[in-house]
């Protein structure tokens, strides 16, 4: 895919004003970046790109290791860790069995972190409880990065949401990103939803009425003067979208699966509803899908979900070699 | 192991005629193979051997990801791709855990390839359905290496039996192939036998009557003009035998227990059996055996089967290196 | 943390002498070392732990492949090698499952080691029988290491036990090493035992009556002459303890809960407990802790828990490299 000019020069100011700003930290939180920081991360991540493209890997981390520690499933996020890690020469302890190990023999999240800080150079956490990686970044002197602590944060997938809309429409400044489906448990959307409250775009939630955006995500990011709109009336709002972020929506969270039935139809993202949307916009969603978007849709230039994916890769890549003090 | 003076020749025909003949492409199905394609893949796996004998290990592939993607487990064959991977320099996901990941949330595995395919160059699949491999090249952009689609096929299985074959004994034209056990549900015997059949061999069938060859694989062979000969009188063929391959009876093919017990003694091949056979000839088997080969027999120069295991690090590793460009 | 003088100058007189000492060798029991041999893999130990300190990593491996072959989870123990053969440059075969994979198709022990064997240079076996890895290394042609044998051994925790009191405190001759908690079950109090005894050192005993010394462990360090002292009363013996090494009392072990609970507070070291302990000595814990030891404790210089399971890094480097001949 060809760049974007536009993506070529956003990240230029802040080129290499802050060569030390994220080292040893920890990535924890949407609400640690400031717009200065993010596009000081897709700058480098940028830079990864363009160095993956053409070189495939290079050893700026070499010998470094990192410890994917995952305290439940995520097949894609810890793949794209080991991915990123690898494609910068550094190397990988895997631990997904955490149910098996030590851990089940009562040992505390501090230890565990404490232990293998030991062996490792950083450390990326995946935990089923809020706070988790707050609490292992108290303990721990290598840095930690959050890949999602139960129904907190996921501060990498909002990161790399947010790259794409860089990458691949440039700047958000006067976008309207609309997002579509489960707007009440998508920890995705409300991250996201931070995250462009940095800078002028205008919001629009489509979703079933149980599944609305949660007031006081509403009313954190009304505080910064960002126009948002609700409503049902899809076919309204998509001929002015730039970015339509589709998210899932779970048949559990439906008490009357009649409820879910009628739902799951009328937000089918397909070529046909497609035809009323700009030519130039993208289609988003963080995967994994299960029938929100057609797969007649996937070879249409604006279905974008893929090359997310993508751009999750550069984003971990900035973040890992930021933390270790190489970028 | 001292080298064949003929397994050193036998590939040169073929020595870099094809330098790209596999670059891209898909390894799916033993039938994709002509007899100039398996000799040519087997001169890239004997240069492999000789490189491992030489220096172990060397940077072909550095900076190369291969995905090893297992909806099944299977630690041998994940195992020597992994080995493949890292003698040639380059680095690995292994996600094993499909069950557990977003898979399990209802993802097709046209998109779990696809998202896998972001962030590696080639992806090896096991999984428990036949035609899986054949779906996920239909959407992969990345080479994907069939590693055993159920009932299916195992085309690196019979690649590296083919290959023991030349290595240990040479071209195999003019010899004689035994295969004993169960012939039925042994999908390494089907694939090797249809290998086989673009050379001019002899092949022998020793099964009990519910485990024979199955009528297809005879006829498909029989086209080809191949002599195969069933019977039950292993004491007859044994001497005659060139390669005997041995499969494991399982149990579980049985309804009566008694008829397994029966038979399973009658097939052990032991120290005492082997004086019937030729002085240079080799036992091949799969792997794991569960007594249809005694231990006493391991030591035995003609039992090739640990040796088949070491040759399919060599066509595993040509395999990679043919499918990534870099043979 | 700076390095104690003596450190430095302990491991000297067997510098270089025994460069292939331990070159394709296996290593199963803590019974297979002299002391001579001990300061020799202490002595390239702390080597590893300089080069670490000064590069992170370093390719004296480089090409090298390990199996972790773990038949019983252990993620701090796998972890610590992957870490080491990692920092070495080194590649690995991680097999953490294998109760779904052909051993739990009936597959003797010994033909795995066969099997893997031809992919890797070196095996790191943890299995839950007590002489499986003298098993393996009777089959195998690559080194074996015994990373934990059921009851039986785990010599190289053992061995990162003593080395931790090399690095922290020198030389162990003079000293008094008080053992705490279960003395009974508790594999490595066992094992660091009978290394100690091969140095001029006092060791205290110090458990619940259920849970003591074993009278064979006893008897065979009796008959080299260390002294030995069994008691119960903590208090006493803990002003002259220069190694505190605290291990797990694990509820299972009693039949009465009512006598674990009581037993559980008279034993936790905690910052009070240790005011009538030396200034300069060390409190040990093979971890994890599930209590023992208060997290108030943690800061106290004295607390070398997790220096200790640094030292395991160092000696796991040093024995890789020694086995495979690169030391």
Redesign the interface.
Request: aromatic share 8%.
């Given at each position: 895919m060809v760049l974007e000019k536009s993506a070529q020069n956003i990240y230029l100011p802040f080129g290499d004003h802050q060569g030390t700003r994220f080292y040893k930290q920890d990535i924890l939180s949407v609400n640690q970046f400031s717009q200065e920081d993010l596009i000081y991360i897709f700058g480098v991540a940028h830079e990864m790109r363009e160095m993956v493209a053409r070189?495939?890997?290079?050893d700026l981390l070499?010998?470094?290791?990192l410890?994917n520690l995952f305290y439940e499933?995520?097949?894609?996020t810890s793949?794209?860790f080991?991915?990123a890690m690898?494609?910068l020469g550094g190397?990988l302890?895997?631990?997904?069995?955490?149910k098996?190990?030590?851990?089940s023999?009562?040992?505390?999240l501090?230890?565990?972190i404490?232990?293998?800080e030991?062996?490792?150079?950083v450390i990326v956490l995946r935990h089923p409880e809020v706070g988790a990686s707050a609490l292992a970044a108290k303990y721990a002197k290598k840095p930690i990065i959050n890949a999602g602590d139960g129904v907190g944060e996921h501060p990498t997938q909002a990161l790399l949401d947010l790259y794409t809309i860089f990458e691949e429409l440039g700047d958000p400044n006067g976008k309207t990103v609309t997002m579509l489906g489960d707007l009440k448990y998508g920890r995705t959307v409300h991250s996201l939803s931070r995250l462009l409250s940095l800078f002028d775009v205008k919001l629009n939630y489509v979703s079933p009425p149980i599944l609305r955006m949660p007031s006081e995500i509403i009313a954190e990011i009304n505080e910064k003067n960002i126009p948002q709109n609700e409503t049902e009336n899809f076919d309204e709002i998509l001929p002015e979208t730039d970015v339509l972020y589709v998210t899932r929506v779970q048949k559990e969270r439906f008490e009357d699966q009649k409820d879910y039935e009628s739902i799951k139809g009328s937000y089918v993202i397909d070529p046909d509803i497609m035809k009323k949307a700009k030519e130039k916009m993208i289609v988003m969603h963080p995967?994994?899908?299960?029938g929100e978007i057609s797969?007649e849709f996937d070879d249409d230039p604006r279905a974008a979900y893929?090359?997310q994916?993508?751009y999750?890769?550069y984003v971990r890549m900035a973040l890992l070699a930021l933390v270790l003090g190489k970028a």
């Open positions: 070189v495939g890997t290079f070499k010998g470094k290791i410890a499933p995520s097949t894609r793949s794209s080991t991915a690898e494609r190397s302890i895997p631990i997904n069995e955490v098996y190990s030590s851990v023999k009562g040992e505390s501090p230890d565990t404490r232990t293998l030991c062996y490792v150079d995967l994994p899908r299960v797969m893929f090359r994916m993508e999750g890769l």
